[in-house]
Nanobody, 126 residues
Framework: QVQLVESGGGLVQAGESLRLSCAASGRTFNPFNNYAMGWFRQAPGKEREFLAAISRSGSITRYADSVKGRFTISRDNAKNTVYLQMNNLKPEDTAVYYC????????????????WGQGTQVTVSS
């Protein structure tokens, strides 16, 4: 069974931080470093938005302009986990956050990702 499971979401106030985790399991993700990973989010009534992506080794990262300087993506291949550190959160960051796996290189388009988690809700109050 292939699974990506996000955790770490919640309700915070503006200016606070959260760290999201995404754990991969299943034979498909063995080894985990066969996959580039990405984070996306979707707010009610809006399209899914790319946030950040990281290469298989973790040496290359890419960010959307909307989160550059505030969010940091990282991965621990020994733990089959990718993280999204989110600092200085704003009310407009409120959304469901998804991680995704792509058997290739860093991508920003959601259509290039093969596997998705179920999402975790992040709510930022003003």
């Amino acid at each position: 069974q292939v699974q990506l499971v996000e955790s770490g979401g919640g309700l915070v106030q503006a200016g606070e931080s959260l760290r999201l985790s995404c754990a991969a399991s299943g034979r498909t993700f063995n080894p985990f470093n066969n996959y580039a990973m990405g984070w996306f989010r979707q707010a009610p009534g809006k399209e899914r938005e790319f946030l950040a992506a990281i290469s298989r080794s973790g040496s290359i990262t890419r960010y959307a302009d909307s989160v550059k300087g505030r969010f940091t993506i990282s991965r621990d291949n020994a733990k089959n986990t990718v993280y999204l550190q989110m600092n200085n959160l704003k009310p407009e960051d409120t959304a469901v956050y998804y991680c995704a796996a792509n058997r290739g290189v860093v991508r920003v388009d959601s259509y290039d990702y093969d596997y998705w988690g179920q999402g975790t809700q992040v709510t930022v109050s003003s």
